[in-house]
């Protein structure tokens, strides 16, 4: 014997006899995109939803090409729901439906939504890893859950009017890397650090856009983290009279910021040192 509703059905008080004592009331999203409120009534709370219900499941019994419809046509439901959300943005959306189309299309694009299992969908997993494309997979997974779980919330009412649909994707195993192919950090050479500044500064010389040299001198010589370089700023500073550039293997005080804007001389303007203060926020940066 099938387990009852549980009854949310409420005492009516406009009713005009014993058949219509009690009410059910549900707001009802048809597939089509529309809502509809279905009402159930009857002489206890019980007959009143079973009603409701009855009624539930007459209004979508129109609507049984829900069956049929496609992964490829339910994810263009899916982006249209999330090209109207805020917030979401373009690229995120852009790289969802590369994704899509590489490789989550040509497996189950063409399957019915109610026939795609769990193997399904591990099966693109196991693809990807096995090419050792694991951002992808990792990229891909994330985009089945936010899939499936979209569906079935957008079609609850007919999983509960007797859809076979169900969250697939909620089972599916997190990406795991292999250890050895996570990112080593590379340290530089002195050559390479020096080929670098060269580099730099000459771009810093012949272009006033490129004004990052100070920026890159003074993280080199002073051996600043990121967080400390984003804190530096050029005022209030004395100017110091150095006889050149520090060595690779010196240390400027974490309060001070290099700069060397010269032009080429015989001899070769020295490079200036600005103490400077490390929290003054209204500072411009320099």
């Known amino acids: ?13 406009q009713s005009k006899g014993p058949a219509t004592r009690y009410r059910d009331r549900k707001r009802l999203r048809l597939p089509d995109g529309t809502s509809k409120e279905v009402t159930g009534y009857g002489p206890t709370k019980q007959a009143a939803t079973d009603d409701l219900y009855k009624k539930v499941q007459a209004n979508l019994e129109a609507f049984v090409q ?11 439901e899916f982006l249209q729901h999330k090209r109207s959300v805020k917030g979401n943005k373009a690229k995120t959306m852009f790289n969802g439906v590369k994704d899509f189309r590489l490789h989550v299309a040509p497996a189950i694009g063409d399957l019915p939504v109610v026939q795609v299992t769990l193997r399904n969908l591990q099966d693109i997993q196991y693809t990807l890893t096995r090419q050792e494309k694991y951002r992808s997979a990792e990229l891909v997974t994330v985009l089945l859950k936010s899939f499936y779980k979209y569906i079935v919330k957008r079609y ?41 500044l060269a580099f730099s500064k000459r ?43 520090p060595s690779t293997t010196s240390a400027l005080p974490n309060s001070w910021c290099v700069t060397t804007r010269s032009t080429p001389e015989t001899p070769p303007k020295p490079a ?13 940066p320099f």
Do not use: H
């Open 1 to 13: 014997m099938p387990r009852a509703l549980k009854s949310t059905s409420r005492l009516w008080a």
């Open 66 to 76: 829900v069956d049929t419809l496609t992964v490829r046509e339910l994810f263009a």
């Open 156 to 196: 609850r009412d007919e999983i509960e009017a007797g859809l076979k649909l169900r969250n697939v994707a909620a089972d599916l195993d997190n990406i795991k890397r292999p250890p050895d192919l996570k990112a080593k950090p590379e340290l530089w050479t002195i050559d390479q650090v020096q080929a670098f």
């Open 203 to 245: 771009r810093y010389d012949s272009s006033k856009r490129s004004l990052m040299y100070p920026l890159f001198y003074t993280a080199l010589a002073a051996g600043l983290r990121r967080g400390e370089l984003l804190v530096l700023n050029r005022a209030p500073c004395k100017p110091v009279w150095s006889p050149g550039p």
């Open 272 to 284: 200036w040192a600005f103490a400077t203060s490390r929290y003054r926020p209204n500072s411009p």
